[in-house]
T-cell receptor, first 114, second 112 residues
């Protein structure tokens, strides 16, 4: 079946604006993760969902960042009052959540804050 | 979480075998070793995972010595398409919810 998809692929916004990034996980995967990757660095964990609930949000940098997964499938990462330092590639991954470690990543959304 | 150290970059030629070694001196008893590959403008892709000795799949082999303080990813007969960043990760195996901790990875460049 289809892999993890993310939209948009690119997002350019101005400092102070609000953005939403969407992730469609692999069908049937109960675990969903968000990561952020800056240039030249490895991905950095932000938040993990098991079903509809955020099981671990310890990686969110501050309260401007928020994520939801209301029906246990699609997830939206929301960033308020964007700052230039938020510019990065935001990656989403999903896994079966039944004990498997393998996470399947989407292509990411490149966010640029001007 | 155990910290990993791997070379920043490596160069190779098509048809060669490439070995990338990762050090993880503080690996815990329940930690597994996992390698991911990342191409530009793509998310990381799982390559291989192991706990001890040797694991082989259709893509690579993973060698883990008895003390598990290091591991070596072996890519046989690389091609240009193997040019990518390779990440070594160490963490608990099994169970959903394991957030992955990536380092800066090894940039492998394969030339003709």
């Amino acid at each position: 079946g289809a892999g993890v998809s993310q939209t948009p692929s690119n997002k350019v916004t101005e400092k102070g604006k609000y953005v939403e990034l969407r992730c469609d996980p692999i069908s049937g995967h109960t675990a969903l993760y968000w990561y952020r990757q800056s240039l030249g660095q490895g991905p950095e964990f932000l938040i993990y969902f098991q079903g509809t609930g955020a099981a671990d949000d310890s990686g969110l940098p501050n309260d401007r960042f928020f994520a939801v997964r209301p029906e246990g499938s699609v997830s939206t990462l929301k960033i308020q009052r964007t700052e230039r330092g938020d510019s990065a590639v935001y990656l989403c991954a999903s896994s079966p959540g039944s004990g498997a470690d393998t996470q399947y990543f989407g292509p990411g959304t490149r966010l640029t804050v001007l | 979480l155990a910290k990993t150290t791997q070379p920043i970059s490596m160069d190779s030629y098509e048809g060669q075998e490439v070995n990338i070694t990762c050090s993880h001196n503080n690996i815990a008893t329940n930690d597994y070793i996992t390698w991911y590959q990342q191409f530009p403008s793509q998310g990381p892709r799982f390559i291989i995972q192991g706990y001890k000795t040797k694991v082989t799949n259709e893509v690579a082999s993973l060698f883990i010595p008895a003390d598990r303080k290091s591991s070596t990813l072996s890519l046989p007969r690389v091609s240009l398409s193997d040019t990518a960043v390779y990440y070594c990760l160490v963490g608990p195996g099994g169970g959903g919810g394991n957030k992955l901790t990536f380092g800066t990875g090894t940039q492998l460049k394969v030339e003709l």
